[in-house]
T-cell receptor, first 110, second 112 residues
Framework: GENVEQHPSTLSVQEGDSAVIKCTYSDSASNYFPWYKQELGKGPQLIIDIRSNVGEKKDQRIAVTLNKTAKHFSLHITETQPEDSAVYFCAAHFNYQLIWGAGTKLIIKP | DGGITQSPKYLFRKEGQNVTLSCEQNLNHDAMYWYRQDPGQGLRLIYYSQIVNDFQKGDIAEGYSVSREKKESFPLTVTSAQKNPTAFYLC???????????FGPGTRLLVL
């Protein structure tokens, strides 16, 4: 079945710098890759997603890239702000389910 | 105001007791899901339902039960057979099983 690995588990960046979180997946049949942000004590919130027919997607300071050949996708956050501090999860859609990464705790240092 | 609601926000269970977590959505979504999240961990699928009166086990269904009698509602019962129920429980829904999942605010279950 599908497996999703996410790195790093913790990422600390200076406010204003960029942050990159990477995920790899194992099954080439996966065709949909969402990213979620989870703040402490709350449910995950979709922040951006990408489908397998697209290589890159951008929404203001957030972008996602997909490399189907290498089976990895990445989240890029530019000009990080204190409100970006949260746990970020990647996921891959496979066999009518979302397979989740383990999460990355993003810390924005003032 | 459309969305997914979960209640209660906190729930306390005594040993040997069954408890039921509520999940309601007014998004007209066909598919609904229950996940369990342990501290510092990712999401693990308990049960999912593609349509009314139909549901399937996820990766960690033992000790849990669900029903889907209405499109809007997907309650989760944590039975006494679940020996380690303390966790954050998240409900989600999507238009169908190939589309984006949207999450409720979660219920934190604690054991007395």
């Amino acid at each position: 079945g599908e497996n999703v690995e996410q790195h790093p588990s913790t990422l600390s960046v200076q406010e204003g710098d960029s942050a990159v979180i990477k995920c790899t997946y194992s099954d080439s049949a996966s065709n949909y890759f969402p990213w979620y942000k989870q703040e402490l004590g709350k449910g995950p919130q979709l922040i951006i997603d990408i489908r397998s027919n697209v290589g890159e997607k951008k929404d203001q300071r957030i972008a996602v890239t997909l490399n189907k050949t290498a089976k990895h996708f990445s989240l890029h956050i530019t000009e990080t702000q204190p409100e970006d501090s949260a746990v970020y999860f990647c996921a891959a859609h496979f066999n009518y389910q979302l397979i989740w990464g383990a999460g990355t705790k993003l810390i924005i240092k003032p | 105001d459309g969305g997914i609601t979960q209640s209660p926000k906190y729930l306390f269970r005594k040993e040997g007791q069954n408890v039921t977590l509520s999940c309601e959505q007014n998004l007209n979504h066909d598919a609904m899901y229950w996940y369990r999240q342990d501290p510092g961990q990712g999401l693990r699928l308990i049960y999912y339902s593609q349509i009314v009166n139909d549901f399937q086990k996820g990766d960690i269904a033992e000790g849990y039960s669900v029903s889907r009698e209405k499109k809007e509602s997907f309650p989760l019962t944590v039975t006494s057979a679940q020996k380690n129920p303390t966790a954050f429980y998240l409900c989600a829904s999507s238009i169908d099983q190939v589309e984006t999942q949207y999450f409720g605010p979660g219920t934190r279950l604690l054991v007395l």
